[in-house]
């Protein structure tokens, strides 16, 4: 398939959340069929060992955002505001006319803190690109707004919520009482947050839903720009809970399509991953009743998704933008559903730190890769610098902790890392904190994930070890298997090797620091010579 000779002159980088790779068809899941995704695949390439930096929204979408390790943009958690300082995807290509939209949800919380201490107004024009990490709310959902002060302001900006009202769908909370929540017998609302109401469909008819309407405001905005160049982040909240799906999307699957768990009957007595086990959501999600009503909603909810994909993709291809966009599909990290004892995302499993990513780059060059798997280990924060690679712009090696994915979709064979790392800080998580007796400081995992082996390790307790060539589940823990001393050895010189290699002087260019450089050097012919007060 020849494709244009054309130029990237745009972007659209689409998000899921709380997405398993797994659960698309091109990437082999037998029940749920995703043709739009699938057909991205086969026009690009689809790689299988795609990893998030952080296993919750925020810090993942931080690492995407800006190219770096949780780290070293310091966003350990949700609500955590990102360091003013950071730059991110709009800080890159605004100065070069590239107009970077956000439509859907981000997560990011405004740094008031920094704001004030520069007298910076947080509601000004000024510090919206801050509020925003870079982006333009063209049209932003975070959406999970439940009943509540706390909430109400949130609520209340959110564009959806005048949406829904302006549809019909009334009260204080449309976002909770329509689009995410079922009706009973009587027409009392049932709660989309509980999950024994996940079999029911929500209120909302589908055409207003939350991904529908998503969908159409990416293609207004598209269709607004003409010729002009843009970068359009996509950004769905779904199928993240709450597990609620709008008719038909809940009745598409039942229990015959739900895969058995991955689980151990001997399951590994680490001490954290005990902890974690425990955690309300890990024991609802260890019931065989959840899991029968909860995971047919999420493929139905997944299926959405698709389907809605498919609308875009033939807007692009109608409208021209398909020849010269760059494709990105991805998620911010994964969901357990029940697998290893576990619920919700926040372990260095591969269910919660594996993610889908397709890669389309439009041009010729990349066709000698359409349709193909690669195998390599590839990383959230890839996709900054691909982007500027890919639209010809300068890169920053001294902030960005990623690397391009250009020359893997080209055909080549550049030198590559040789292991994946994710993070999670687990002191925002009360219960498993408190019971470990671990203080707020002591709470750190890392994963560290070769071609072979996953390693992760701990604050204060002895590391895991998996053997994913053997073992591509994970239920045998070798972390203390005296076999394994020697690998457990060198996958700790990995990470110590990584921690060494993060990007702390951020302030000046490799550029620049050769240029004064070469002022200073020894043996400079005199007239070059610089004066050094102080220098003997």
Known sequence: MTTSQNPVRNVLYIMCDQLRRDYLSCYGHPHL??????????????????????????????????????SSHQ?????????????????????????????????????????????????????????????EPYFRHDGIFPDGPLFDDKRESAPYTHYLREQGFDGRNPWHDWANAAEGE???????????????????????????YTTNR???????????????????????WPYIVPSPYHTLYSTKSILKPVRSDLPSDHPVYKAFRQH?????????????????????????????????????????RWDDTLIVFTSDHGDFLGDHWLGEKEFLLEQAVGVPLIVRDPRAAADVTRGSVDERLVETIDALPTFLDALGLPGAEHRLEGRSLIALLHGENPDWRRYAISEYDYAFQAPARERLGQPIDRCRMTMVRSERWKYLAYDGFRPQLFDLLNDPQELHDLGDDPACAAVREEHAGYLFEWVRGLKRRTTISHQEIDVRGQRFRYGEPESEKVVQIGVW
């Open 33 to 70: 069929h995703t043709p739009n995704i699938d057909r991205l695949a086969a026009a690009g390439v689809r790689f299988s060992r795609a990893y998030t930096q952080g296993t919750i929204c925020g810090p993942s979408r931080m690492s995407a955002y800006t190219g770096r390790y949780v």
């Open 75 to 135: 966003v350990a958690w949700n609500a955590v505001p990102l360091p003013l300082e950071e730059l991110t995807l709009g800080d890159y290509l605004r100065p070069h006319g590239i107009r970077t939209a956000l439509v859907g949800k981000t997560h990011a919380t405004a740094n008031v803190d920094a704001l004030q201490r520069l007298a910076i107004d947080p509601r000004s024009e000024q510090a919206e690109v801050l509020n925003e990490v870079g982006f």
């Open 186 to 212: 009587h027409g009392e609302i049932l709660s989309g947050w509980q999950m024994r109401h996940s079999h029911l469909p929500a209120r909302i008819p589908e055409q207003h839903s939350e991904t529908v």
């Open 218 to 240: 990416a293609i207004d905005f598209i269709g607004e720009q003409g010729e002009k160049s843009w970068c359009l982040h996509l950004s769905y909240i779904k199928p993240h």
């Open 280 to 320: 309300e959501e890990s024991l609802n999600f260890s019931k065989d009743s959840v899991r029968n009503n909860v995971i047919p909603t999420y493929m139905g909810l997944v299926k959405q998704v698709d389907d809605q994909l498919g609308r875009l993709f033939d807007f692009l291809q109608s409208s021209g």
